[in-house]
């Protein structure tokens, strides 16, 4: 299950404490580096008249992402009748669109959920954000909203977490406090993972539904959306939600979505986890 549990009476020493403290006020951590080929692609993929062999030019300067974006490529999410054998084809199969997910989630892959020591728990919390992000996209189509929006947001809605774990490791948080790193990344991943998203310049609508995603407000539907995507997902990892208390939820009320939608969005939760582990 993401989040991981963990004993929240155990605690980090004062002074490395602090020192975490701080830098999370002042925004002084090593945030992820969006990968060049992941940048230009968002860039380029932007315009009216994007270029095809612009795209297949950088990818083959990273062999890194173009053999991921194969793999996810011909995965079953997105494989057609026949196998995609070039980085070309696999382009103009994609379209821009999908082409720009994809991108980031190869650099939440390789570039951004990295936490030296929580090898594990960053698996999960890939996993969990992936499937997230899915969900996110469902309720957007039966919105008729953003749907690329919603999924990149809630793809990284937790990448704050991971971050926070590095940087904890990083002033000498070792294995004995494991509890507590979780803990407290826990506590600032929200405020981090919209830092990442402006650093990587994505739409300040995504930065803000990362930042409040779980405290939804009545005039924001994309943080909503991803506030009910989370407890989607959750509620597939085991945490007890029934349909009730699905449509009690603040995120449920702000994008005033009828019974019928919910009991939809509640069973595609578990199709979309299932999807998330296969990409």
Known sequence: MYPPAFDRGQTLPAGLEQAFAEKVKRLDLELPVLPEAAATILQETQKESWSVQRVVSVLGRDTSMATHLLRIANSPAFAGGTPVVSIQQAITRLGASQLRQLAVVIACETAAFVARGFENEVRAALQHSLAVGLCAKEIARQRRANVE???????????????????????????????????????????????????????????????????????????????????????????????????????????NLYPDVVHSLAKRGAEVFQEAARW
């Open 149 to 255: 929006e919603a999924f990149l947001a809630g793809l990284l809605h937790d990448l704050g977490w991971p971050v926070a774990v590095h940087a904890l490791v990083r002033l000498g948080a070792g294995p004995h406090v494991k509890h507590a790193t979780l803990e407290h990344a826990e506590r600032v991943h929200a405020t981090l993972g919209a830092a990442v998203a402006r650093a990587w310049r994505l739409p300040e609508s995504i930065a803000k539904a990362i930042a409040a995603h779980h405290d939804p407000h009545a005039d924001d539907a994309l943080t909503a959306t991803i506030a009910l995507a989370d407890v989607l997902v959750r509620r597939t990892e085991g945490e007890p939600f029934d349909e009730a208390q699905l449509l009690e939820l603040p995120a449920t009320q702000v994008l």
